[in-house]
């Protein structure tokens, strides 16, 4: 069955979409698993430029062509009757991505209509809460996977996202900076796990759901010392550890991730030696994955 998994932490150029764009191409390529993305990261749009690299101009232009996941944010504000129709594309590796939007940055709770009653209301609230989860389950009957990138903000588009996955993941720097936002990242999808549970109590919906569960930080561009990690950073995968929410696995920093990135593709494809690394790293970290999101 399907599994939903989003990406996320508090700060921006911790690896998110570098873990999200590499895991995913290490599931399809190395266990033969069908992946969706949906691309939430609608200011960079870092996973939607890699899969098609056509796509990076409309990321200027400030609009991404067909029906994205802001059209059915748009619904729920009009008021317009809800439809589910999503233009899914094909992109390298054999990878579906819902391709990010950039006007998904004025998703906000704050555009619903108002309701005419306290009822009426929380049910707005829910709908905006459950929409992404309502849009993708058409679709997951073809996929292993639904992965999702997010943007480094606590929003209500983030919100949706939580809702709609059945795990979450944090790529981590092994700083102090990036993993005490750990916890807050716990903290944002316990929020959601609860208001749900209170507007089931209010409302008698939606029966059926199981909360979000925080499987892990995965730690990204962790710097090494004569093949350990160096001290710092050894202090912080330890402490994540012992509080039960690290990957086992990490991916120490180099150029084969960083040209990767230049060339818009994936580690893999790159033939420097510490690319083979990365790679053999993210295999790694793949496997946990499988594991720890089964
Ligand atoms: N292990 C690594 N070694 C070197 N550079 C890395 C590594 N992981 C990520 N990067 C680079 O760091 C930058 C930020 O990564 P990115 O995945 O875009 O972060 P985020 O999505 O959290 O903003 C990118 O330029 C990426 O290529
Ligand atoms: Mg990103």
Redesign the pocket.
């Known amino acids: 069955m399907c599994k939903v998994v989003c990406f996320i932490?508090e700060?921006?150029?911790?690896?998110?979409?570098?873990?999200c764009?590499e895991i995913a191409v290490a599931l399809t390529q190395v266990h033969a698993l069908k992946i969706l993305i949906l691309d939430a990261?609608y200011q960079?749009g870092?996973i939607t430029g890699r899969l098609d690299p056509r796509l990076i101009t409309h990321f200027s232009t400030g609009e991404m062509p067909g029906v994205t996941l802001f059209h059915k944010f748009q619904e729920l504000y009009s008021a317009a009757s809800q439809s589910t129709n999503l233009d899914i594309h094909s992109g390298i590796f054999g990878i579906d991505f819902v391709p990010a939007d950039p006007r998904l940055s004025s998703v906000s709770e704050d555009k619903l209509p108002s309701g005419r009653t306290i009822r009426h209301n929380s049910q707005l609230m829910l709908g905006h809460l459950m929409l992404v989860d309502r849009v993708l389950e058409p679709h997951k009957q073809n996929y292993d996977y639904v992965l999702i990138?997010t943007h480094?903000e606590i929003s209500s588009l983030l919100r949706s996202a939580i809702y709609a996955s059945d795990y979450a993941v944090s790529?981590v720097k092994l700083d102090l900076q990036s993993s005490i936002g750990v916890p807050t990242v716990i903290g944002e999808i316990q929020g959601v796990n609860d208001d749900v549970a209170a507007m089931q109590a209010t409302l008698g919906q939606p029966a059926e759901y199981t909360p979000t569960k925080f499987v892990g930080a995965i730690g990204?561009?962790?710097r090494e010392y004569a093949g350990d990690l160096k001290d710092s950073e050894d202090t912080e995968y330890r402490r994540l550890t012992r509080v039960g929410t690290m990957f086992e696995h990490y991916?120490?920093?180099?150029?084969?991730?960083?040209r990767?990135?230049?060339n818009r593709t994936s580690v893999r494809t790159m033939s420097i030696a510490n690319a083979r690394k990365?790679t053999a790293q993210i295999d790694a970290i793949a496997i946990e994955f499988l594991a720890k999101c089964p």
Do not use: H, L, N, Y
């Open positions: 932490s700060k921006g150029g911790v690896g998110k979409t570098t873990a764009f990261d960079r870092g990138d480094p790529p990204m561009m962790a991916i120490t920093e180099g150029d084969g991730i960083r990767a990135s230049q990365q």
